[in-house]
């Protein structure tokens, strides 16, 4: 059935503080820079907010004056966000440096759901290593799937759109939706983890353009250099067939349910991706009734048929 989900992605600059601040002052003065930059896309009520990575770290301390930053801010900041999540009915996608009740830290997002809890939690797997030596952040070791009221989400963090591995571990059971909040922003990378894990992706970088790209590793919207922050209804009801040996089938489809569905083709690709946009049936329920092979399924057969015929298993 139809899952429309409307999602905001915020990337300001990142906020510099008077190093001689009072350090709880400090994280009152951050609190109000979040609560400035959510009024822009609260009036849209999204379902989920992004927001970037390292989001309430002033961007001008040194590492020991982030320490004692972090002691006093703890988890102030965090809970804040739950307030506004349970305030205004939203999910908040939070990333920043999260400190473990042993005491090391991790660089993380924090799935806020709208009751205020927590859903999951993703910790960044690829740290820079001088995040790790220096900034005395210890490594993510999961890639787990959160579930949340709209859907399943991944995250990742920054650095860790460069590595494979953890793109391939997703590509195994994809999630609907990909968070990335970062402070780089990866070029074609977002486009090739979307396409990659068939998910949409969304990301919210401090200072470049936010984006919301499709499972066909379309970007459908964008922040500019003008306005920090997008926002944007997705439906998450969908399925991605090649065209090859279907299309007569997808015209089939299209005649019967019209408007009910959605065929997108972005040309190139030789992928379509269907779309249910009725509550009367899935597009898993429209894919099995006109016989469309999925995309990688019809990709699986064709690896087959190769090693079929080269005599490999």
């Known amino acids: 059935m139809a899952n429309y989900v409307k999602i905001s992605a915020l990337g300001p600059d990142r906020r510099e503080m008077d190093p001689n601040m009072d350090l709880d002052l400090c994280v009152k003065d951050m609190i109000d820079y979040w609560d400035r930059q959510l009024s822009n896309v609260l009036p849209d009520k999204p379902d989920l907010i992004v927001l970037p990575e390292a989001c309430d770290r002033p961007a001008n301390y040194d590492r020991e004056q982030h320490k004692e930053y972090y002691a006093v801010r703890g988890d102030r900041v965090r809970d804040h966000f739950m307030q506004v999540a349970r305030e205004n009915h939203c999910n908040i996608a939070y990333s920043a440096a999260r400190t473990l009740p042993d005491g090391t830290m991790r660089n993380s997002t924090q799935f806020i759901n709208r009751k205020g809890g927590v859903d999951g939690i993703y910790d960044k797997n690829y740290l820079m290593v001088t995040e790790h030596t220096e900034g005395k952040l210890e490594y993510g070791r999961d890639a787990s799937i959160v579930k949340t009221d709209f859907g399943t989400v991944g995250g990742l963090i920054c650095f860790d759109l460069n590595f494979d591995e953890l793109r391939l571990r997703y590509q195994k059971t994809p999630p609907d939706l990909l968070v990335f909040s970062s402070m780089y922003?990866?070029?074609?990378?977002?486009?090739?983890?979307?396409?990659?894990?068939?998910?949409?992706?969304?990301?919210?970088?401090?200072?470049?353009?936010?984006?919301?790209?499709?499972?066909?590793?379309?970007?459908?919207?964008?922040?500019?250099?003008?306005?920090?922050?997008?926002?944007?209804?997705?439906?998450?009801?969908?399925?991605?067939?090649?065209?090859?040996?279907?299309?007569?089938?997808?015209?089939?489809?299209?005649?019967?349910?019209?408007?009910?569905?959605?065929?997108?083709?972005?040309?190139?690709?030789?992928?379509?991706?269907?779309?249910?946009?009725?509550?009367?049936?899935?597009?898993?329920?429209?894919?099995?009734?006109?016989?469309?092979?999925?995309?990688?399924?019809?990709?699986?057969?064709?690896?087959?048929?190769?090693?079929?015929?080269?005599?490999?298993?």
């Open 185 to 313: 922003h990866g070029g074609m990378m977002q486009n090739v983890w979307a396409y990659s894990c068939r998910s949409y992706l969304v990301s919210a970088i401090a200072g470049p353009p936010c984006q919301i790209i499709s499972p066909q590793g379309v970007a459908v919207a964008a922040s500019t250099n003008y306005t920090k922050y997008v926002t944007a209804t997705v439906n998450l009801d969908y399925k991605l067939a090649h065209m090859d040996f279907n299309m007569d089938k997808v015209r089939a489809l299209k005649q019967k349910y019209g408007a009910k569905v959605k065929i997108t083709d972005p040309g190139y690709l030789g992928s379509i991706l269907i779309t249910s946009e009725t509550d009367e049936c899935s597009a898993a329920d429209m894919v099995v009734e006109f016989g469309i092979e999925l995309l990688d399924d019809y990709f699986a057969r064709s690896t087959k048929a190769r090693e079929d015929s080269l005599g490999e298993k």
